[in-house]
C-alpha cells in the first residue's frame, strides 16, 4: 500500500502562486509516476501534470508554462508550483503515484486538497 499526504490548499487572489506538496510512504516502486490531477465541481477529474522517476514530465495544455512540477526522489515528494493563477485553476487537487510494476501499474490517490482562486 502507498500513502500520500497533501498539503498546501488554500485561497490565492487571481495572478498570485501558490505550491503544493505531496509525501509518499509505504510500498513505493523504484520506477513510479508522481503526478497531480484536479477536479473541479461539475467536471470530471484532469490531469494537471506529471513526473516520472526519470524526470519525464507531462503537463495539461492549460497549465503549461505557468506551473512546474518538482519531485525529489529521495524523499517521494512532489510539489506542484502554480503561478499566474486563474479563477479556472479552482478544484480540489489530488495527488496520485504510479507504481510501475511487473505485473502492471497500480494507482494511488491522495485525499486531495482543496485550491480556490479569487478576483
Known amino acids: 500500500q502507498v500513502q500520500l499526504v497533501e498539503s498546501g490548499g488554500g485561497l490565492v487572489q487571481a495572478g498570485g502562486s501558490l505550491r503544493l506538496s505531496c509525501a509518499a510512504s509505504g510500498s513505493i516502486s523504484s520506477t513510479n509516476v508522481m503526478g497531480w490531477f484536479r477536479q473541479a465541481p461539475g467536471k470530471q477529474r484532469e490531469l494537471v501534470a506529471n513526473?516520472?522517476?526519470?524526470?519525464?514530465?507531462n503537463y495539461a495544455a492549460s497549465v503549461k508554462g505557468r506551473f512546474t512540477i518538482p519531485r525529489n526522489n529521495a524523499k517521494n515528494t512532489v510539489d506542484l508550483q502554480m503561478n499566474s493563477l486563474k479563477l479556472e485553476d479552482t478544484a480540489v487537487y489530488y495527488c496520485n503515484l504510479t507504481n510501475m510494476l511487473p505485473g502492471g501499474a497500480y494507482i494511488y490517490w491522495g485525499q486531495g486538497t482543496q485550491f480556490t482562486v479569487s478576483t
Open positions: 513526473i516520472a522517476t526519470d524526470g519525464t514530465t
